[in-house]
């Protein structure tokens, strides 16, 4: 029988670690996947930080939710009818524009998934699949940003698949335990397969290892086969942390808990580097935009 370690070397050898040329793509903006083969990884949190993190780096940055499960809107301590969104462009042919929230975080803007009711979920998800879909409501809008994060659903749903033919890269964010290990061929299976059907200028990020607590030795033998499988994995990882937990109750990003925050912060602006030397496009230097942080909204 298989060991897990075999599995991850068979699951690394489906597709590159970085598509040659994968970066210099049509689009104006890096458009950036973040997806998990399971559910409660993280991916919320990561896609939420990391636009934080782009942001006060300095690239005009767009967080779009494209969850139904409104992940984003929860994650900053708000309800499910607060924020008009995607559900709302998509139903009442409002311009994105209209339904875009400027947040104090420097550089960062969200479109969230907006309005919806929880059964009108299909149709959410059908309409967003219908091909080209995502892309012309993000052109209206993209000219004004430099990097859009997309906060996509966890699994091999229809959606993430609509959502990678219309990347330009995916990111995938796996919980450091054995239920995602085993998990992640299925995900490294879907990008493979939409590269090769719908979008060849798909690349793959990378993967970023999330709630990591070397404490456990579960957690530990996650990061080790991941280490040792695969090449394609960025070196900053989340660790498991409190305080990532508190700044999700509190509705905030961490780095606005002060000090306590400051260290989770400054893993995420890592990332964000490490990200940054993948999905930059070739030759483009990075204007500034400064602003003044605090409060969020
Ligand atoms: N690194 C971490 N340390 C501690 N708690 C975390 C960490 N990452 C996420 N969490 C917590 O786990 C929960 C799920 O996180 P999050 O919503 O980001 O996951 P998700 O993968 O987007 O979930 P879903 O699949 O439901 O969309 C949240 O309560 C969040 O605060
Ligand atoms: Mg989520």
Known sequence: ??????????????????????????????????????????????????????????????????????????????????????????????????????????????????????????????????????????????????????????GVRSLVCAALAEGTHALVALCADARSVRALSQTLRVIE???????????????VLTRVDLERASSQSAVGSMWEGFDCVFESTIPEREIIAKAWESGVPVGHLGAEGAFAARRFAALAREVEDVIAPANQPVEHHVDNPRPFF
Do not use: C, W
Request: no cysteine; aromatic share 2%.
């Open 1 to 154: 029988m298989q060991d897990s370690s075999d599995r991850v070397a068979n699951a690394n050898v489906l597709l590159p670690a970085r598509i040659p040329g994968g970066t210099n793509v049509p689009h104006s903006s890096p458009r950036l996947i973040v997806t998990s083969p399971t559910g409660g990884a993280g991916r919320t949190t990561l896609a939420l930080h990391l636009a934080v993190a782009l942001g006060a780096a300095g690239h005009r940055t767009l967080l779009v939710d494209l969850d139904p499960n409104n992940g984003v809107a929860h994650a900053l301590g708000r309800g499910d009818r607060t924020f008009r969104g995607v559900a709302d462009v998509l139903a009442l042919d409002v311009a994105p524009s209209q339904v875009i929230v400027e947040t104090r975080s420097p550089n960062l803007a969200l479109l969230l998934r907006g309005r919806l009711d929880p059964i009108d979920v299909a149709q959410f998800e059908s309409l967003l699949s219908e091909r080209g879909r995502l892309s012309s409501m993000l052109g209206l809008v993209e000219a004004q940003y430099d990097r859009i994060v997309i906060d996509a659903p966890s």
């Open 193 to 207: 397969s939409v590269q090769k059907r719908d979008n060849p200028t798909l690349a793959l990020a990378g993967i």
